[in-house]
């Protein structure tokens, strides 16, 4: 079974894409997922993930996400490799969301509080 679930923020603005000659859209970004372990210098470092997500699903982050929003999502993990220019071999990984939450809200976004006002 390839499934994975990660918690994260968007380190920029999504942008909804079009596949050229289709009618099909989807949004690429990168979330920063913190490690759950400090560091040896004492402080907690982050991996940047790379997300893709189609259709309407793409359209509603587009719409309701931006840089620093932080998101819950769960998909698959997709692999593959590619010879660059000079021939050299290039393997790369990203996550194919099949389904995300948005976490917490607006205000605690903008105030850079990563926590949610569920309890209040």
Known sequence: MNKIVLLGKLIKDPELRLVEGHEKVYTKFIIAVERNFKSSDGERKA???PVTIWGRKAEVVCQYMKKGSIISLSGRLRTGSYEDKDGN???????????FRFVGNRRN???GDMTSDNNN
């Open 47 to 49: 991996d940047l993930i």
């Open 89 to 99: 071999k290039k393997y790369i990984a990203e996550v194919v969301a099949e389904d």
């Open 109 to 111: 976004e903008e105030n």
